[in-house]
């Protein structure tokens, strides 16, 4: 079952289902990963070059409208790392501090080029949502990006995200 035939199910088959994935995968229930989670984070690396979203952004015609789409680049990334987010489907919607380590093939410290890191965190952001590893990246779950940063890496590439819990929600 792929996830578009669960996103049609009713909320209590995709806890079901999901609960049956996570005791497969990792040996425990929802409320197991998130005590291990509220006691030591969650951390994961995707071990790809980092890719910004809004480079090279493309626009395609639908209809009488146009329509945004980020480029090819971002989308190929998005669709590999999709295999190294943990916890897929977990939906956490607690404010936590997301922390991304990009490792990059070019020594932008010395490179003529810049990258923004704003770009590579909203990349970032966007492949938990999309994975439904957290269920929105507005403020209120994503609260901070703290010790975030870009670094050298020429022979392994890759982000070190770690995710760690900062408070409640509203109805706990």
Known sequence: MNRRDISRLAPAAQRQILEESLK??????????????ERDGIRFTIPLNPVS???SSRVVPCGRYHKVLPSAAYEKYEERAGSHIPYKGLMIDRPCAVQCLFYTKIDYSKAKTHIDLTNLLEAVDDVLVHYHLLADDNCRVIVSH????VLHDGAHPRTEVTI???GKTAGQ
């Open 146 to 149: 703290d010790g975030s940063r």
């Open 24 to 37: 497969a995968h990792s040996g425990g229930s929802v409320e197991d990963i998130m005590r291990r989670a």
């Open 164 to 166: 760690r819990f900062l």
């Open 53 to 55: 979203k809004k480079n």
